[in-house]
């Protein structure tokens, strides 16, 4: 079986750039030249699928495209009759995007997914996506990223349980301090409970503005609590919000289409995608 580094951004909390981490991240590694596959967990509105301009059809019916393997598949009963006869299943899960990576949706059963897991026996429920990856996704790519839920489901957790290394972008803001130690210790919590080495990996200060006096002390706060672990700080800028709207990051915009800010956005993101490709290790 061939290895392959994995990551999630993950953080119990909504609106940090957590999806736009990963999207960047992912095309930021394959501008390096690897392999990757980014895949959605985080719910039934596809954001990552969105930030490619990819629309995802519900009904299979209206404007966009259908999923024909849903990645709730993974989670269910059939998974291993699936697996075991479908000899193109994971070219049927992905989709291409414009600008390099391949992404697995999200998908309306995840919710369901989530509930059933509840009935599973404890030494199987949350080995499912790692057994995904481990059967289908090594072989292909050399690189996956998780996006994962804003809460500690048993969706969340098998994600977890797979990546083993959490990147956690946070905005300035005395929650987002607090919600990072919590973070921590919630890490060290589910590792003892699952009996896996699962920690933080790399923490990304967003939204990173260097006129206020939150944002500076927020990052000097990070440094000074996770110096090894911290990443560049993600300027904040409209271009983020603007290109996303538009389908694509920054990374398909050329120079003179973006602000400064966007530039120094773009830069950081490559370089925390060079940080966490040294800290991540291979399985």
């Given at each position: 079986m061939?290895s392959?580094?994995?990551?999630?951004?993950y953080?119990?909390?909504g609106g940090?750039?957590k999806t736009t981490?990963?999207?960047h991240?992912a095309?930021?590694?394959?501008?390096?030249?690897?392999?990757?596959?980014?895949i959605?967990?985080?719910?039934?509105?596809n954001d990552?699928a969105?930030h490619f301009?990819?629309t995802i059809?519900e009904?299979g019916?209206?404007?966009?495209?259908?999923?024909d393997a849903?990645?709730s598949?993974v989670?269910g009963?059939?998974?291993?009759?699936?697996?075991?006869?479908i000899?193109?299943?994971?070219?049927?899960m992905?989709f291409?995007t414009?600008e390099?990576?391949d992404l697995?949706?999200a998908?309306?059963?995840l919710?369901?997914?989530?509930?059933n897991?509840?009935?599973v026996p404890l030494?199987?429920r949350y080995q499912?996506?790692d057994?995904?990856?481990?059967?289908l996704?090594?072989?292909?790519?050399?690189?996956v990223?998780?996006?994962l839920?804003?809460?500690?489901d048993n969706?969340a957790?098998?994600?977890l349980f797979?990546a083993?290394s959490?990147?956690?972008?946070?905005?300035?803001g005395?929650?987002e301090?607090?919600?990072?130690q919590k973070?921590?210790?919630?890490l060290?919590?589910?590792?003892?409970?699952?009996?896996?080495?699962?920690?933080l990996t790399?923490?990304i200060p967003?939204?990173?503005?260097?006129?206020?006096?939150?944002?500076?002390?927020?990052v000097?706060?990070?440094?000074?609590e996770?110096?090894e672990?911290?990443?560049?700080p993600?300027?904040?800028?409209a271009d983020?919000g603007q290109?996303?709207?538009?389908?694509r990051t920054?990374y398909?915009?050329?120079d003179d289409?973006l602000y400064?800010?966007?530039?120094?956005?773009?830069?950081?993101?490559?370089?925390?995608?060079?940080?966490l490709?040294?800290?991540?290790?291979?399985?």
């Amino acid at each position: 079986m061939a290895s392959v580094k994995r990551g999630a951004t993950y953080v119990e909390k909504g609106g940090v750039g957590k999806t736009t981490s990963a999207a960047h991240i992912a095309v930021a590694a394959h501008n390096m030249g690897h392999e990757v596959l980014l895949i959605d967990l985080a719910g039934t509105q596809n954001d990552l699928a969105t930030h490619f301009g990819i629309t995802i059809s519900e009904d299979g019916e209206t404007n966009g495209v259908s999923i024909d393997a849903p990645i709730s598949a993974v989670f269910g009963d059939d998974w291993a009759f699936l697996r075991d006869n479908i000899d193109d299943l994971l070219d049927r899960m992905t989709f291409s995007t414009d600008e390099g990576p391949d992404l697995i949706p999200a998908d309306p059963g995840l919710g369901g997914a989530d509930n059933n897991l509840a009935n599973v026996p404890l030494e199987e429920r949350y080995q499912k996506l790692d057994g995904f990856v481990e059967d289908l996704v090594a072989d292909a790519y050399d690189l996956v990223i998780f996006d994962l839920p804003g809460k500690e489901d048993n969706i969340a957790l098998n994600g977890l349980f797979a990546a083993r290394s959490v990147v956690a972008p946070l905005k300035p803001g005395a929650f987002e301090r607090d919600q990072l130690q919590k973070l921590d210790a919630t890490l060290a919590e589910i590792s003892a409970d699952l009996n896996i080495d699962l920690g933080l990996t790399l923490v990304i200060p967003t939204i990173i503005s260097s006129r206020e006096t939150l944002s500076e002390s927020f990052v000097d706060h990070v440094n000074s609590e996770y110096p090894e672990i911290v990443g560049e700080p993600v300027t904040k800028t409209a271009d983020i919000g603007q290109n996303q709207n538009a389908g694509r990051t920054l990374y398909a915009v050329p120079d003179d289409e973006l602000y400064a800010t966007g530039k120094r956005a773009r830069e950081a993101y490559s370089a925390n995608t060079e940080q966490l490709l040294t800290q991540l290790t291979d399985r």
